[in-house]
């Protein structure tokens, strides 16, 4: 089985070497694509694997799929096959308006597949310093791809992103280090370890109050890459100007990959000290994030913009719940993790076909969206209400599950105040998308030149958000409850 993980690393790099080195555009596409099929075909295999009841390990711990890691795994491959095939598009449509020479092609999917390699070293590594690797390695290559076309505006988020996420990830070293000195003569008698199987095994037995200080800088330091408030300010620059396939992989994976390690450290700490502690941290951050995000929704004139305030928004929601620690609201954590990255890609995506009919980022130029282009339209409707958390759309159910888990464990009072700015959103994103959508054309729309694959991949995204809406599936109901339990949900 450790071939299938190493297919999961080896395919993205091969892929990006190849990419890099082939010169002709359609040979680099045809590279880019594959790859991509090949590393998704990867995933669901060890998905397939792990689902039948086997824990995959080796290497001495630095190799640790379980439940939770297979389904960011699955998440990783599934959407990022998305923003490959719909780079096609995408990227070919701006070399043909000049915005990308056709030679920047093949840096471009090879820093794609570099990107998405770091962040599947990232959930299928059990080694705590290896993941601290990954997350560093993930905002080097996707630093690249904000900074991609080469614009003042473009240059500057990916400089605010590399130094602020970089501050962040300092932080987290030093709460990685804290992790290891805490379990120095505990776990293994001349040394410590940052296996978190073996802490997780060990976990009553290391200094509480060293577990404490690190959890601290853990929680700002990974947060500070998942975007939570305050240290969110590199988020809404680097998603406004990194290509809308990229925008899709940061907002929908790349910060699930983030409150991944905050999952594990939580899980960790949870099992030294309590939850008492590291709940009331998660649910202090969650609010803070969940209010200033709904705030800032309201004051926004860029659609991107707009969609990565949403982002922390559903950031802060997942974090919230984690710091409930209830069986039901990790339960809805873990769903809302899902569902957010499912919807948020995809409208990342429709959002970047929005930008080539109107060339314009600005909500104030895009009218009449339904009338210019009913499909896209369509879906950009349908995409804005489920990340709004409307009926009947997964967010919608995962938020329901999550506030219940509030109120039944007896957390009325913050599950009341995070239930205001979730309204406030709600309201604040069905506004722009009325003004979007309908009423008069500002300006003469662009023809779409490569229209039929973006629409599939769009019918597919809103498609999982609908279903998973309407019904849990059991497969995925059990999957759920598994990674509850294996977190302590109580």
């Given at each position: ?11 993205p790099?091969?892929s990006?070497l ?16 594959a790859?991509?099929?090949v ?23 630095y ?35 000049g ?5 920047r ?32 390695l ?39 280090i ?9 776990v ?12 997780m095994?060990?976990a ?27 240290m ?17 992989l ?13 999952i ?35 004051m ?50 429709i ?56 109120f ?8 009341l ?18 003004r979007?959508?309908?009423g ?51």
């Amino acid at each position: 089985m450790l071939y299938l993980v190493a297919s999961l690393l080896v395919v993205p790099l091969l892929s990006a070497l190849f990419c890099m080195l082939t010169r002709k555009p359609s040979f680099v596409e045809k590279i880019g694509a594959a790859g991509s099929l090949v590393t998704l075909a990867a995933g669901i295999s060890v998905a397939y694997f792990v689902s039948s009841g086997g824990t995959i390990t080796g290497l001495d711990g630095y190799i640790f799929i379980d439940n939770l890691s297979m389904l960011m795994v699955v998440l990783i491959t599934s959407i990022g096959a998305g923003a490959v095939f719909f780079s096609l598009s995408y990227i070919r449509e701006d070399v043909e308006r000049g915005h990308l020479g056709a030679e920047r092609i093949r840096w471009y999917y090879g820093f794609l597949h570099v990107f998405i390699f770091a962040m599947l070293l990232s959930v299928i590594t059990g080694n705590l310093g290896m993941f601290w690797v990954a997350m560093e390695l993930t905002t080097l290559a996707s630093a690249l791809l904000v900074s991609f076309y080469r614009n003042r505006a473009s240059l500057e988020a990916a400089w605010k992103y590399v130094i602020i996420c970089s501050a962040g990830i300092g932080l987290a070293l030093f709460g990685t280090i804290l992790t290891y000195y805490s379990s120095v003569g505990v776990v293994i008698a001349d040394g410590g370890t940052l296996d978190w199987s073996a802490l997780m095994r060990e976990a009553s037995r290391l200094n509480p109050a060293t577990m404490r200080l690190a959890f601290i800088f853990v929680l700002i330091g990974f947060g500070t890459k998942a975007g939570l408030v305050p240290m969110h300010t590199w988020l809404p620059d680097a998603h406004s100007q990194a290509p809308a396939p990229v925008s899709g992989l940061l907002s929908g994976v790349l910060l699930s990959c983030a409150v991944y390690g905050i999952i594990r450290y939580n899980a960790l700490v949870t099992g030294v000290i309590g939850k008492t502690y590291p709940g009331t941290l998660l649910i202090v951050f969650g609010l803070i994030s969940i209010i200033t995000a709904s705030l800032f929704i309201l004051m926004q004139k860029d659609y991107k913009r707009l969609l990565a305030y949403s982002s922390i928004e559903h950031i802060g929601i997942v974090i919230f719940a984690l710091g409930l620690g209830s069986k039901l609201a990790l339960y809805g954590a873990v769903f809302h993790l899902i569902n957010h990255a499912i919807s948020k890609s995809t409208l990342f995506f429709i959002a970047g076909r929005i930008n080539y009919i109107f060339r314009s980022k600005q909500i104030g130029r895009v009218r009449g969206l339904i009338d210019v282009s009913p499909v896209t339209g369509t879906f950009f409707i349908i995409g804005i209400l489920a990340i709004a958390g409307s009926p009947p759309f997964g967010l919608f159910a995962s938020e329901i599950i999550i506030l219940s888990g509030g109120f039944t464990s007896g957390k009325h009072v913050v599950s009341l105040i995070a239930l205001m700015p979730i309204i406030t959103a709600f309201g604040g994103l069905t506004y722009y998308l009325s003004r979007m959508s309908f009423g008069p054309r500002t300006r003469q729309p662009v023809l779409q030149s490569h229209y039929r694959l973006p629409i599939a991949i769009f019918a597919i995204g809103m498609g999982v958000m609908l279903v998973v809406g309407l019904y849990v599936p059991a497969w995925l109901h059990a999957l759920l409850n598994n990674i509850t339990q294996s977190l302590g949900g109580v």
